[in-house]
């Protein structure tokens, strides 16, 4: 069974149990930017619950254009005010450099990306620096940040303070 099967099977049983709709604004007034990583389970680690709060995720939850894009819809539009950052221990980009990926997808494709992977190798560091681009930017209406980053082996999240 390939797994889109699974997962639309799965959606039969979440539907059954449906709680019903809830209004497009966050009610946690949060957005949360944090890496696609398979272990974080950004809800419950969180203590979040349905319509709580945006979650914004991409390799590294990194600080791009786009995630820039969905914070500024997200505090403009739908009333966030607070953004947390989590990235995490074992990070894929922490196993890569950003030519070294570059080259890979290159000699696989015959096309190099023309992003940068954003690849790190100190994660605290990683967290200062999304919080560094946060609070440069020109479009959002809060800069009230709290970097994190979560530990893969024990569950714990510690707070990387900026500098
Ligand atoms: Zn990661």
């Not at 209004?23 to 680690?45: G, I, N, Q, T, Y």
């Not at 990194?62 to 607070?82: A, K, N, P, Y």
Request: net charge negative; aromatic share 6%; proline share 6%.
């Amino acid at each position: 069974m390939a797994e889109y099967e699974r997962m639309l099977d799965a959606n039969e049983e979440w539907a059954r149990d449906f709680p019903g709709a809830l209004p497009v604004a966050p009610a946690r007034k949060v957005a949360v930017v944090a890496c696609m990583d398979s272990r974080m389970p950004l809800f419950p680690l969180l203590g979040l619950a349905v319509g709580d709060a945006h979650v914004i995720r991409n390799a590294g939850g990194v600080v791009t254009d786009d995630t820039i894009r969905s914070l500024t819809i997200s505090q403009h539009l739908l009333g966030t005010r607070e953004i947390v950052l989590v990235h995490h221990t074992d990070c894929g980009l922490q196993k890569t450099d950003d030519a070294s990926f570059a080259d890979l997808v290159e000699e696989a494709t015959g096309a190099r990306p023309p992003w940068p992977a954003q690849a790190f190798t100190d994660v605290d560091e990683d967290v200062r620096e999304s919080i560094r681009k946060l609070r440069a930017s020109p479009f959002l209406l809060s800069k009230d940040v709290c970097g994190t980053v979560y530990d893969v082996t024990t569950g714990r999240l510690h707070r990387v303070e900026a500098d």
